[in-house]
């Protein structure tokens, strides 16, 4: 059983206090495979969630440039506090649904980062 860090209450206080302000309503959903994990049920949370601008890269066939490509990507972050999170382990491959959103955003689960002290943090990408 871990113990808990001096630090702790006050870096739950603080996360409480940016959630207070930037969290917004998502849906998780748990997928298996492509289709719905039956073992984790869907789960809808207040996180603060980032969506970076869309980005145009550009890959070239080096120096002799006999082939390119665009490739347009963006990228988000929900960033859930340990406080407050009760829910399945989010994997690769889920689905976050953005509720406050116009047009209600789907983004899949690229990866998540689970060894920050104050919170899970889940990297998205389209869906």
């Given at each position: ?33 492509g289709v719905v994990d039956p073992d984790r049920a ?86």
């Amino acid at each position: 059983m871990p113990l808990d860090a001096p630090f702790q209450s006050l870096r739950d206080d603080i996360a409480a206090e940016v959630d207070a302000v930037f969290a917004e309503p998502v849906r998780i959903s748990f997928l298996k495979r492509g289709v719905v994990d039956p073992d984790r049920a869907m789960i809808q949370i207040d996180a603060p969630l980032r969506v970076g601008d869309v980005e145009m890269g550009d890959m070239s066939g080096g120096r002799t440039s006999d082939w390119s490509t665009q490739i347009a990507g963006s990228t988000a972050v929900l960033s859930i506090a340990w406080a407050t999170y009760s829910g399945p382990e989010i994997r690769k491959g889920d689905r976050v649904k953005a509720l406050a959103r116009a047009g209600e955003p789907w983004f899949e689960v690229k990866a998540v980062g689970d060894r920050k002290a104050s919170r899970l943090i889940v990297y998205l990408g389209n869906a």
